[in-house]
């Protein structure tokens, strides 16, 4: 990805309101389901980490990208957006 493509999606970012929390439960089989769906049909996804969490925005966004095949657009504060390309339509 380029720095300008980054740069285009960190600006889409900015209006959009996270859809996913991650507490003190942490990164489980169904958060990644629900946020891979969410992927597939926006592409850009903003999550939050809670205060009650476990782990640091650093290693959940780490994970969930990992899991996903999701590339990490950016990370403020305690929030995080996520970016993977659509599938294909057949």
Same mark, same amino acid.
């Given at each position: 990805?380029?720095?300008?493509?980054?740069?285009?999606?960190?600006?889409?970012?900015?209006?959009?309101?996270?859809?996913?929390?991650?507490? &003190?439960?942490?990164?489980?089989?169904?958060?990644?389901? %629900? /946020?891979?769906? !969410?992927?597939?049909?926006?592409?850009?996804? &903003?999550l939050t980490v809670l205060e009650a969490s476990t782990? %640091? /925005?650093?290693? !959940?966004?780490g994970m969930l990208a990992e899991a996903l095949g999701?590339?990490?657009?950016?990370?403020?504060?305690?929030?995080?957006?996520?970016?993977?390309?659509?599938?294909?339509?057949?």
């Amino acid at each position: 990805m380029t720095g300008a493509e980054r740069a285009e999606f960190r600006r889409l970012a900015n209006t959009l309101k996270p859809i996913f929390q991650i507490g &003190k439960e942490g990164i489980g089989d169904n958060l990644i389901k %629900s /946020v891979d769906e !969410a992927l597939s049909k926006r592409e850009l996804v &903003k999550l939050t980490v809670l205060e009650a969490s476990t782990l %640091s /925005v650093k290693d !959940a966004s780490g994970m969930l990208a990992e899991a996903l095949g999701a590339e990490i657009i950016q990370s403020i504060g305690k929030k995080f957006v996520l970016y993977r390309k659509k599938p294909e339509e057949k």
